[in-house]
């Protein structure tokens, strides 16, 4: 069993019609998967893109805690801003959790102290003031893509609203003292020509972990979205079979 967290912006179906087509693909291996849309994205309520990582990680919590009264282990992926949420789950409880996959997660982001204050600041004061767009032409290197999330009307294209943007900054400068701590079996994914999150924290998390099963499956010219991306089969062979080799045998 898989909990999916979604990247900013999209919606959990998008994981069935685009990223590869990972949940046709994932049922076919025998792991059912299970999601549910941000606050403010898809199909759930609130104003658009208008959420902040401690809502989610609390969502995210609630689901776990449903997962674990049944029998099968659980596994999670989180991708992009799920991949932070993911992240910031685990810190908290990482009970229950048979292994993780974090795909171009947000888990670094480069500030300085007068960066931070301001990002305080103006999150209190105009939490929906956009703060940071993000072009689609940095999901993918493939046009039909990019057109695809384009012409999407189910994807929120504003720019990043200034609360999120503040609370992945301190969830992910948070997080770095508590991951020395992490056990969990890890597998990260990063592009080297992420534009929207920092590939750099993906290595250094890697590094960071202690985990004695973790692997880092790095991308050489890779754009955010790694599934919708040239080689995204290769990228999606190897999120499989990572998962195959950990999931419980199947009964003859």
Known sequence: ???????????????????????????????SVHAFDLWGHGGSPGRRGLTDVERCVEDHLVARRRLAAQPLPVFLLGHSLGGIVTATSVVRDARNVAGVIL?????????????????????AVAPALPVRRLPPTGIS???EQVKAFSDDPRVYHGAMPARLAASILFASRDNWACYPAWEVPTLVLHGTSDTFTEPEGSRR???????????????????????NDIGAEETLGVVLDWLEVRLPARPA
């Open 1 to 31: 069993m898989l909990l999916l967290q979604h990247g900013f912006g999209e919606y959990a179906q998008r994981f069935v019609e685009r990223h590869g087509a990972l949940v046709p693909r994932l049922l076919q291996l025998g792991v």
């Open 103 to 123: 795909s171009s997660p947000a888990i670094l982001v480069s500030t300085n102290a007068l960066t931070r204050l301001f990002a305080r600041l103006v999150s």
């Open 205 to 227: 998390f890697a590094e960071t972990i202690s985990s004695s099963d973790k692997t880092l499956h790095v991308v050489e010219g890779g754009y955010h979205e790694l599934l």
């Open 141 to 143: 290197r493939i046009p």
